[in-house]
């Protein structure tokens, strides 16, 4: 006996298309849903780690402000507030030198900006700071001093800096940084009282 001839209807056509796409569908659902879950995760954000303190001069080159040690020559010079300094060799022409760096007390409270603006011209012009003899040469140097204007930087970057220029223009060629304060005043929390008079 032969079997019957099967009859396409259309009814069975659609229901025959119908489960194609669905598994079509479904297929691709699960072809990208894997590709997306397999996708790499979104990188932590690292945290930022303080800047170690330098332990000697900087060699040529540029620096950010808070990676000077004290002793570097700078060409060009505009601020001690900038964010960046081109450190130059010392013997050639330039524009400033920081002279100093000192540290403040981290532990002892934030005096404030404006207690420290007013101590900085009396830390940046302490004996020592600058060598006289090797300044001799230049007599219109200008000290300016940058020093910490908020707490988290009074914890995290506890230096002030002090930068020497020439008023004149005249460009420095020499190392004119001292060895440093000999009685190095650490900047006070609070202002040094007048005295009674």
Not at 60 to 68: C, D, K, S
Not at 130 to 147: F, K, N, T
Request: a negative charge; aromatic letters at 10%.
């Amino acid at each position: 006996m032969d079997e019957p001839e099967r009859v396409q209807t259309p009814a069975r056509l659609a229901w025959a298309a119908g489960i194609l796409l669905a598994s079509v569908i479904l297929f691709s659902l699960f072809f990208f849903g894997q590709r997306l879950g397999s996708s790499p995760a979104v990188p932590a954000t690292p945290t930022p780690t303080p800047t170690p303190a330098p332990t000697a001069a900087q060699a040529p080159g540029v620096h950010v402000w808070n990676t000077l040690f004290g002793g570097e020559c700078l060409q060009p010079y505009n601020s001690p507030w900038d964010h960046d300094f081109t450190v130059v060799d010392c013997a050639t022409p330039h524009a400033a030198q920081l002279a100093y760096r000192g540290t403040v007390d981290p532990t002892a409270a934030f005096p404030g900006e404006k207690a420290l603006a007013g101590q900085i011209n009396d830390l940046c012009t302490a004996p020592g700071i600058i060598d006289l003899a090797a300044a001799r040469d230049y007599p219109h140097l200008v000290m300016q001093g940058s020093y910490p204007i908020t707490q988290t930087q009074w914890e995290e970057n506890p230096y002030y800096y002090c930068f020497v220029s020439s008023s004149s223009g005249q460009p420095l060629t020499a190392d004119i940084a001292g060895p440093g304060p000999t009685d190095e005043p650490a900047p006070s929390a609070a202002p040094t009282p007048a005295p009674a008079g």
